[in-house]
């Protein structure tokens, strides 16, 4: 079935981070984490050190709707960067709790940007950043 993601890249802790976006949606990984040491060395290739084998290739989670949020380390010397946040993931949730429950877990450690706030069209509106650096909007028409 065809679908639409969001991939996120970590500075060396995805794991951690799905690990609290896991604890926040509720939910649970879709298969293994795989990491770097599970690929087998190419003819060449210098093998990897104990702590880059431990580091996420790729982890997926659904949060909600169906959509699928994935992410893996970005190890410069691999030949990955992160270029910096320029996606913003956009939670639509049927309840006004659902929405404050979410935003509350979210924004532990990092840096709300607006409250759940009422707005002129009649429905909630907030943002904040997580920290890890992804920002999260938060939009709901039930009153």
């Given amino acids: ?17 799905f690990l609290f976006y896991k604890s926040v949606f509720q939910t649970e990984f879709v298969g293994p984490i795989k990491r770097f040491g599970d690929l087998p060395t190419a003819p060449g290739q210098s093998p990897l ?20 949020i994935i992410g893996n380390d970005a190890p410069a ?4 960067r992160i270029q910096g ?3 913003t993931i956009n939670l639509e949730t049927d309840t006004r709790a659902e929405t404050e429950r979410l935003f509350a877990a979210l924004k532990v450690g990092g ?6 706030t009422e707005m002129p069209w009649g ?5 904040l950043i997580d920290r890890y650096g992804n920002e999260w909007m938060f939009s709901c028409d039930a009153k």
Wanted: hydrophobic residues 45%; aromatic residues 8%; charged residues 15%.
């Fill in 1 to 17: 079935m065809a679908r639409v993601s969001t991939w996120f890249h970590f500075a060396g802790n995805a794991e951690e981070a």
């Fill in 49 to 68: 050190s104990a702590e880059e084998a431990k580091m996420v290739m790729k982890i997926a989670l659904p949060i909600l709707g169906g959509h699928v």
């Fill in 77 to 80: 010397h691999l030949g990955q």
């Fill in 85 to 87: 946040n320029n996606v």
């Fill in 111 to 116: 840096t709300v940007e607006h409250e759940p």
């Fill in 123 to 127: 429905g909630c509106w907030a943002s």
